[in-house]
Protein backbone atom coordinates (compact mmCIF):
# COMPACT_ATOMS: atom_id res chain seq x y z
CA UNK A 1 0.00 0.00 0.00
CA UNK A 2 1.84 3.37 -0.66
CA UNK A 3 1.70 5.84 2.01
CA UNK A 4 2.46 8.61 -0.80
CA UNK A 5 0.08 11.34 -3.28
CA UNK A 6 -0.37 9.76 -6.50
CA UNK A 7 -2.59 10.74 -9.44
CA UNK A 8 -3.32 8.55 -12.41
CA UNK A 9 -4.84 10.25 -15.49
CA UNK A 10 -6.28 9.42 -18.99
CA UNK A 11 -8.47 11.64 -21.21
CA UNK A 12 -10.87 13.15 -18.58
CA UNK A 13 -10.49 10.62 -15.88
CA UNK A 14 -8.58 12.03 -13.35
CA UNK A 15 -8.25 8.96 -9.78
CA UNK A 16 -6.34 10.44 -6.83
CA UNK A 17 -5.04 8.53 -3.75
CA UNK A 18 -3.26 9.91 -0.48
CA UNK A 19 -4.32 13.59 -1.62
CA UNK A 20 -4.09 15.11 1.65
CA UNK A 21 -3.14 13.20 5.00
CA UNK A 22 -6.98 12.72 6.18
CA UNK A 23 -6.78 9.61 3.36
CA UNK A 24 -3.30 8.69 3.79
CA UNK A 25 -3.03 5.71 3.79
CA UNK A 26 -5.25 5.35 0.69
CA UNK A 27 -8.40 5.50 2.97
CA UNK A 28 -10.31 6.79 0.28
CA UNK A 29 -10.06 6.84 -3.61
CA UNK A 30 -11.14 10.03 -5.11
CA UNK A 31 -12.13 9.54 -8.95
CA UNK A 32 -13.18 12.68 -11.36
CA UNK A 33 -14.53 11.83 -14.75
CA UNK A 34 -15.48 15.40 -17.04
CA UNK A 35 -17.19 17.63 -14.14
CA UNK A 36 -18.42 14.52 -12.03
CA UNK A 37 -16.23 13.38 -8.87
CA UNK A 38 -17.02 10.56 -6.35
CA UNK A 39 -15.09 9.61 -3.33
CA UNK A 40 -14.74 5.52 -2.90
CA UNK A 41 -13.73 3.93 0.26
CA UNK A 42 -11.13 1.84 -0.20
CA UNK A 43 -13.15 -1.80 -0.05
CA UNK A 44 -15.52 -0.13 -2.23
CA UNK A 45 -13.02 1.05 -4.75
CA UNK A 46 -11.11 -2.88 -3.98
CA UNK A 47 -14.42 -4.33 -4.66
CA UNK A 48 -14.53 -2.88 -7.99
CA UNK A 49 -10.81 -3.95 -8.99
CA UNK A 50 -11.90 -7.21 -7.69
CA UNK A 51 -15.06 -7.73 -10.37
CA UNK A 52 -12.33 -6.96 -13.01
CA UNK A 53 -9.00 -8.65 -12.24
CA UNK A 54 -8.38 -12.13 -14.09
CA UNK A 55 -6.75 -14.91 -11.23
CA UNK A 56 -3.16 -13.63 -12.02
CA UNK A 57 -4.28 -9.82 -11.19
CA UNK A 58 -6.22 -10.90 -8.10
CA UNK A 59 -3.31 -12.91 -7.45
CA UNK A 60 -0.96 -10.04 -7.78
CA UNK A 61 -3.23 -7.63 -6.03
CA UNK A 62 -3.93 -10.27 -2.78
CA UNK A 63 -1.03 -9.99 0.03
CA UNK A 64 -0.32 -13.91 0.87
CA UNK A 65 2.23 -15.23 2.52
CA UNK A 66 4.31 -17.98 1.84
CA UNK A 67 5.66 -20.64 3.26
CA UNK A 68 8.57 -22.92 2.12
CA UNK A 69 8.31 -26.82 3.24
CA UNK A 70 10.93 -28.69 3.36
CA UNK A 71 10.33 -32.92 2.26
CA UNK A 72 11.73 -35.27 4.50
CA UNK A 73 11.92 -39.24 3.91
CA UNK A 74 12.47 -41.79 7.03
CA UNK A 75 12.63 -45.40 6.91
CA UNK A 76 9.47 -46.54 9.30
CA UNK A 77 10.47 -49.89 11.45
CA UNK A 78 7.69 -51.89 12.70
CA UNK A 79 8.32 -55.28 14.91
CA UNK A 80 5.68 -57.86 13.87
CA UNK A 81 3.61 -59.65 16.16
CA UNK A 82 1.36 -61.69 14.14
CA UNK A 83 0.48 -62.93 10.45
CA UNK A 84 4.17 -63.38 9.75
CA UNK A 85 6.93 -64.51 11.37
CA UNK A 86 7.14 -63.19 15.05
CA UNK A 87 9.44 -60.43 15.51
CA UNK A 88 10.32 -59.71 12.09
CA UNK A 89 10.80 -56.24 11.20
CA UNK A 90 8.49 -54.28 8.70
CA UNK A 91 10.58 -51.73 6.87
CA UNK A 92 9.97 -48.90 4.19
CA UNK A 93 10.06 -45.06 3.81
CA UNK A 94 7.76 -42.58 4.68
CA UNK A 95 7.70 -38.43 4.26
CA UNK A 96 6.91 -35.79 5.81
CA UNK A 97 6.56 -32.24 5.57
CA UNK A 98 7.67 -29.40 7.85
CA UNK A 99 8.10 -25.45 7.30
CA UNK A 100 11.85 -24.81 5.97
CA UNK A 101 12.14 -22.36 9.03
CA UNK A 102 11.52 -24.79 11.58
CA UNK A 103 13.45 -27.61 9.29
CA UNK A 104 16.71 -24.45 9.06
CA UNK A 105 16.23 -23.90 13.24
CA UNK A 106 16.81 -27.87 14.25
CA UNK A 107 19.45 -28.24 11.73
CA UNK A 108 20.56 -24.99 13.23
CA UNK A 109 19.97 -26.85 17.07
CA UNK A 110 21.57 -29.80 15.95
CA UNK A 111 18.90 -31.82 16.09
CA UNK A 112 19.09 -35.06 13.60
CA UNK A 113 16.61 -33.84 10.94
CA UNK A 114 18.42 -35.17 7.86
CA UNK A 115 17.55 -34.64 3.46
CA UNK A 116 17.24 -37.67 2.30
CA UNK A 117 17.13 -36.03 -1.22
CA UNK A 118 20.85 -37.84 -2.72
CA UNK A 119 20.23 -41.33 -0.97
CA UNK A 120 16.79 -42.09 -2.12
CA UNK A 121 18.14 -44.71 -4.55
CA UNK A 122 20.16 -46.44 -1.30
CA UNK A 123 16.41 -46.04 0.28
CA UNK A 124 14.72 -48.09 -2.52
CA UNK A 125 17.28 -50.43 -2.88
CA UNK A 126 16.87 -51.40 0.88
CA UNK A 127 13.08 -51.29 0.52
CA UNK A 128 13.14 -53.72 -2.89
CA UNK A 129 15.41 -56.29 -1.08
CA UNK A 130 13.38 -56.27 2.07
CA UNK A 131 9.95 -58.31 0.06
CA UNK A 132 7.73 -57.58 2.98
CA UNK A 133 8.52 -54.12 2.64
CA UNK A 134 7.95 -54.47 -1.20
CA UNK A 135 4.49 -55.29 -0.29
CA UNK A 136 3.85 -52.50 2.49
CA UNK A 137 5.46 -49.79 0.41
CA UNK A 138 3.33 -50.67 -2.44
CA UNK A 139 0.23 -50.79 -0.32
CA UNK A 140 1.22 -47.32 1.21
CA UNK A 141 1.89 -45.60 -2.43
CA UNK A 142 -1.64 -46.30 -3.07
CA UNK A 143 -3.45 -44.81 -0.29
CA UNK A 144 -4.60 -48.56 0.69
CA UNK A 145 -2.62 -48.06 4.30
CA UNK A 146 -1.94 -45.60 6.15
CA UNK A 147 0.40 -44.68 9.41
CA UNK A 148 -3.10 -44.71 11.39
CA UNK A 149 -3.75 -48.38 10.60
CA UNK A 150 -0.23 -49.16 10.89
CA UNK A 151 -0.65 -48.02 14.88
CA UNK A 152 -3.93 -49.93 15.62
Do not use: H
Not at 24 to 33: A, D, E, W
Amino acid sequence: MINSKFQYKKENLKIDFNWNEEVTPCLKVKIKLGDNEILLSREEFSTIMAVFADDQQMEDILQTKRTDFVSIERMLKLKVTKDTKQGEYLVFPYTYWIPRSDYEKLKTDGEMVKLVEEKTKELIDFVADNESAKNIKEMWKTGKLTLDELRK
